[in-house]
Nanobody
Framework: VQLQASGGGLVQAGGSLRLSCAVS????????MGWYRQAPGKQRDLVAG???????NYANSVKGRFTISRDSAKNTMYLQMTSLKPEDTAHYYCNARLRLSSGGYADYWGQGTLVTVSS
């Protein structure tokens, strides 16, 4: 599974961006997909996730501002970010998690896309 993230950039506080993650396989074959972010000197944390069944979850810090979605026809996942804050500045990574027949999981990562929010 290959993932290609795009859409990062520089935006002023209060602005919006939409990140995209193109997936090389049928998106519904993936058990869980998510967006993570990592700021300098900090750990990588889950921002938003979506399951095969469409259940979504969000980090408390982005609830009401970010929306995760997917387009099965394009095999693409999105993260719509609104009301951006300087603390949202980070590298954003898309992730795909597949359940293995052995019972474990395999994680696949896209390259990071940098989001910079100026105050």
């Amino acid at each position: 599974v290959q993932l290609q993230a795009s859409g990062g950039g520089l935006v002023q506080a209060g602005g919006s961006l939409r990140l995209s993650c193109a997936v090389s396989t049928n998106i519904f074959a993936i058990n869980f997909m998510g967006w993570y972010r990592q700021a300098p000197g900090k750990q990588r944390d889950l921002v938003a996730g979506i399951s095969t069944g469409g259940y979504t979850n969000y980090a408390n810090s982005v609830k009401g501002r970010f929306t995760i979605s997917r387009d099965s026809a394009k095999n693409t996942m999105y993260l719509q970010m609104t009301s951006l804050k300087p603390e949202d500045t980070a590298h954003y990574y898309c992730n795909a998690r597949l359940r293995l027949s052995s019972g474990g999981y395999a994680d696949y990562w896209g390259q990071g896309t940098l989001v910079t929010v100026s105050s």
